[in-house]
């Protein structure tokens, strides 16, 4: 049986696996939008909410390293 403290870990490690699978499966969606040329609302629903995966893309094209033409 788990002690206190390393069931706490276990936890916080399953909970980070779980926030990070999320962002991977949203940018996928940011990914699916650029192969497709669809519009933002069109997103299949297994990426995510649409408001999110565009917020995603946005956060990409106007982060740092990207420059405006």
Known sequence: MLSGSCSRDVCRWRR??????RVRDQFNGVLWRFRTGSGRRDVPERYGPWSTVYSRLRARVEGPGCSRR
Do not use: A, K, N, P
């Not at 980070?16 to 699978?21: D, I, K, N, S, W």
């Open 16 to 21: 980070r696996v779980r926030c990070l699978r």
